[in-house]
């Protein structure tokens, strides 16, 4: 991820704000023309034909010559990836969800899947809307493969999707199980616990500000917007700073086991406890469970998820179940073990995952 630079030229902005517009209309024509399409014959127009119509809209639609065809082209896998998703719902029996039209705040990007950009130096050309400096936060490695931009919370931000060759860490027979928490994030169950930062609380007194200072605002003001977006970009702060601890945490224990188990938690039922709803949410355990997959993957590693239930309660010395409230932290055992609560359930989790395994 790079940043586009603040000094990029204010028609170059108006450039991408203007290709982003001609992208978000003709997303919205082309889930029309399928939503036609099929009330009227039953028919469901597949991502070539509407691809091969291009050429003909530019006729009728000069704006569209603008913007780079490949771009264009993303803009129609982009609606028939939604499809693919609603009806692999459907299947499924979950949810559906069906592909909805996209406002201005809902459509914050579009990409440049093959070619139409060139990375030089702290610049990068893109097809139509010119050289643009950008900070790069850090060297691309490997084969770009796409190249995506996009706009939040008036800063602009560029992408690059890049294919490199897998490099597994060195063979690791340690193994941990990891429960996870609101005091401490993550508690190995062979070491220190990873602490909480808890980001969220600790700006919560800066965004109950920035959210009076928008509710006192009259609707549809200038100085409402101006209000909301600060909002927002407080917002995204947190969520950088929850995302960056997830980056570290999930890298240290990739570099450290072989094999990582975790709860299966279901976090969406959890957070509808509203006590400990914020603590959850401000953890971000799922992000954590994420992360780390994803990097085990690449690093030849393996993380097992396993049933959470009566982990905090079972003796992982004897196997006897402990009965203990949520507010007692210290497991005691009639066997004689003691250990922090939070230790005893981790080690819960890494016998079942071995048992799995």
């Known amino acids: 991820m790079s940043t586009v630079s603040n000094k990029g030229t204010k028609e170059q902005k108006n450039q991408i704000q203007f290709t982003l517009e001609r992208c978000r209309l003709l997303y919205n024509r082309l889930l029309e023309e399928r939503i036609v399409a099929y009330k009227s014959k039953g028919k469901t127009i597949s991502y070539y034909e509407q691809a091969n119509t291009f050429n003909e809209r530019k006729k009728h639609i000069p704006a569209l010559r603008q913007v780079h065809s490949q771009v264009l082209q993303d803009v129609a896998k982009r609606l028939d990836k939604a499809y693919q998703a609603f009806f692999r719902r459907v299947k499924q029996g ?89 005091k401490h994030l993550a508690i190995p169950s062979d070491g220190e616990p990873f602490g909480s930062p808890k980001h969220l609380h ?92 994803y990097k085990a993957e690449s690093a030849g590693r393996r993380v097992v998820q396993v049933d959470p239930r009566n982990t905090s309660q079972i003796c992982s010395n004897c196997g006897e179940i402990v009965k203990k409230s949520l507010s007692e932290r210290i497991h005691r055992c009639t066997c004689g073990y003691v250990e922090d609560r939070d230790v005893n359930a981790a080690r819960n989790i890494l016998q079942r995952a071995l048992q799995v395994s």
Request: some cysteine; aromatic content about 8%; glycine content about 8%.
């Open 94 to 182: 979950k949810k559906a969800g069906f592909p909805r039209f996209k406002p201005q705040q809902r459509y914050d990007s579009f990409t440049y899947p093959q070619g139409g950009y060139v990375l030089r130096g702290n610049k990068v050309q893109l097809s139509k809307i010119g050289a643009v400096k950008i900070k790069l936060h850090r060297q691309i490695e490997g084969t770009v493969k796409t190249c995506t931009l996009s706009v939040k919370n008036g800063c602009y931000y560029v992408c690059f999707s890049c294919e490199v060759d897998a490099k597994p860490l060195a063979p690791n027979d340690s193994q941990v199980g990891i429960d996870l928490g609101i």
């Open 202 to 293: 600790k700006s919560e007194r800066k965004l109950k500000k920035l959210q009076r200072a928008v509710s006192r605002k009259k609707k549809g003001s200038n100085r409402r917007k101006k209000s909301v977006t600060y909002l927002a970009k407080l917002h995204e702060h947190i969520a950088n700073q929850r995302k960056d601890y997830a980056h570290k945490v999930s890298r240290t224990l990739v570099n450290q086991y072989g094999l990582i188990a975790f709860e299966q938690l279901n976090v969406h039922g959890m957070v509808k406890n509203h006590h400990l709803a914020k603590s959850i949410a401000d953890a971000g355990w799922s992000q954590l469970v994420q992360f780390t997959s």
